[in-house]
């Protein structure tokens, strides 16, 4: 509904085993007659990993990436009986199928971008889902 957006919390850090996330919480009121399917069909993929502008970012990502992201960037959350919904952007995925694990990660490649930090970032993400997956199959 406009004018119900909000922002509570912006650019929080959060800190993680590999990595750091700037978080931000926004906040509003879905217009009357839309439903939580039709916001996650404006607002996904985020820009975040997509990039700008979208629509030919996301032309350039089919040409170049050879596997869909599925899951990967796209939304994990709820829609509540209520009427209330959460969700969050799946940055980074491992899925087990026919006995193989596939993990997706990646990072923000800007313009300036050193290609080798971006590389080395990306395998830090991945190889943390590894070592989750690792210790899991232990018992940790």
């Known amino acids: 509904e406009p004018g119900t957006v909000k922002v509570g919390e912006q650019f929080v850090i959060e800190r993680y085993s590999h990595v750091m996330h700037i978080v931000s919480e926004v906040t509003g009121t879905l217009k ?8 996650l069909r404006a607002t996904f993929p985020a820009g975040t990993v997509s990039g700008a502008p979208k629509i030919r970012a996301l032309e350039i990502i089919r040409e170049l990436e050879p596997v869909k992201r599925n899951v990967y960037s796209g939304a994990v959350g709820y ?62």
């Open 79 to 140: 829609i509540g009986w209520h009427g209330d919904a959460d969700t969050a952007i799946a940055i980074r995925t491992a899925v087990i199928q026919d006995g193989y694990l596939y993990v997706q990660a990646g990072g923000g490649v800007v313009y300036d971008s050193d290609p080798d930090a971006e590389w080395h970032e990306t395998m830090n993400k991945g190889r943390a889902l590894f070592r989750a997956v690792a210790q899991a199959a232990k018992g940790l």
């Open 32 to 39: 009357a007659g839309l439903s939580y399917s039709d916001v």
